[in-house]
């Protein structure tokens, strides 16, 4: 039995531009995040003889600098799976228009991570 319906490929390819718009707005904030770098004297209040405050600042540094690198994480993976949704679905067109009369295709064979 064969269910009568189209896919509108060009809608897929204009969802897929989208999502590399995401992932070329992304890249420069992923590049920005990298050169983020503040010591611990960027986080020191108070007299440098003063011990408690130069150990304050040292873990507050290392807190920073570990949220920062999660951060760069999560932007750098979102480039890669922007980019990945982006082949996904240009695949996935293109398959259509390749295949006009086949109703079902494996998703599977286009979205590999």
Known sequence: MTD???VVTESLRTEAK???QKADKTQPIVQAVK???LGWTSFFVGDLAIF???ANAQIQARQYAEFRD???QVLQG???EFNQIDVALRR???EYDRT???NEIDIGKFYKA
Do not use: C, H, R
Request: glycine fraction near 4%; charged fraction near 20%.
């Open 4 to 6: 009568n319906y189209k």
């Open 18 to 20: 989208l999502w590399q």
């Open 35 to 37: 050169e983020t770098y």
């Open 52 to 54: 408690p405050g130069i």
């Open 70 to 72: 999660f951060m760069e």
């Open 78 to 80: 979102a480039v890669t």
């Open 92 to 94: 996935i067109a293109d």
């Open 100 to 102: 006009e009369s086949v």
